[in-house]
Nanobody, 124 residues
Framework: QVHLVESGGGLVQGGDSLRLSCAVS????????MAWFRQAPGKEREFVAA????????YYGDSVKGRFTISRDNAKSTVYLQMNSLKPEDTAVYYCATGSTSRATTTPHDMRYWGKGTLVTVSS
């Protein structure tokens, strides 16, 4: 079975930074793209960032460009999301996800496996 476990969420103030981690087990991590999505209360799931199998390509949602950075460590089967200059509107449950392709993709429909999420709360 494939398992994705997010960690690193918490309560921070606006302007602070957080780094989320997602550890993957049950599959060959290094050959698949990874992505982060988020869902705020009462809103639809939103694409945050994606990274290809070798980190050669990455994509970001418009609302996080220039503030968030996705990275991966294939030796540790872990993907990261470095979040800087956090804003109250970044408050959401953050999910990591992966599909069946090595190419980075941005749509939830392409994802096959999801973690249970980690809550990020940014106070003003």
């Amino acid at each position: 079975q494939v398992h994705l476990v997010e960690s690193g969420g918490g309560l921070v103030q606006g302007g602070d930074s957080l780094r989320l981690s997602c550890a993957v087990s049950g599959r060959t991590f290094s050959i698949y793209a990874m992505a982060w999505f988020r869902q705020a209360p009462g809103k639809e799931r939103e694409f945050v960032a994606a990274i290809s199998w070798n980190a050669g390509t990455s994509y970001y949602g418009d609302s996080v460009k220039g503030r968030f950075t996705i990275s991966r460590d294939n030796a540790k089967s872990t993907v990261y999301l470095q979040m800087n200059s956090l804003k109250p509107e970044d408050t959401a449950v953050y999910y990591c996800a992966t599909g069946s392709t090595s190419r980075a993709t941005t749509t939830p429909h392409d994802m096959r496996y999801w973690g249970k999420g980690t809550l990020v709360t940014v106070s003003s």
